[in-house]
């Protein structure tokens, strides 16, 4: 039986301590330890984006990285996007206005990798959005009003 570690996760601007075990990813840490839930578990095997995070700012597959791995690190999820009155970020409110989801169980991947696109200027073009966000994958199609939203949440941050 492997024992635990004991860890400080810097979560959405708030200290979070657990114990797991030293294998366990980060995925599994926010979704059965500290029921943050909205960080998708998809293909647990890093090819289908739907946990993505951000880690220092730069998004992260949480199904590949271990929470030890992430100690002392500023962690965001989805439901660390909204501001404190709880308004909508800008990615966020495109993606509804846009339809840019169907089924929802990608969306918060997409919309955590949008934000990483705009952030790191990966927006110039249509071709430049879709390869960016190509590491996400839709079951149900909705590339076209994915796109369409970051495309309108980056012109509307610049």
């Given at each position: ?29 926010l979704?059965?330890h500290?029921d ?18 951000h ?18 690190r500023?962690?965001?999820t ?11 970020h ?8 846009h ?16 934000v ?43």
């Open positions: 039986m492997t024992g635990t570690i004991n860890l400080k996760l810097d979560i959405n601007g708030r200290s979070r301590e657990l114990a797991v075990e030293p294998r366990v990813t980060l995925l599994d840490a979704r059965e500290l943050l839930t909205g960080t998708k578990k998809g293909c647990d095997q890093g090819q289908c984006g739907a946990c993505t995070v880690v220092d700012g730069k998004r992260v597959l949480a199904c590949l990285t271990l929470a030890a791995q992430v100690e002392g500023a962690i965001t989805i439901e660390g996007l909204a501001d404190g009155d709880g308004g909508l800008p990615v966020q409110s495109a993606f509804l206005e339809d840019a989801f169907q089924c929802g169980y990608c969306t918060p991947g997409q919309i955590m990798s949008a990483a696109c705009i952030r790191e200027g990966h927006t110039k073009s249509d071709n430049e959005i879709r390869e960016y966000m190509s590491g996400n994958l839709c079951r149900c199609g909705a590339y076209s009003h994915i796109v369409a939203a970051v495309r309108e949440a980056a012109e509307a941050a610049s």
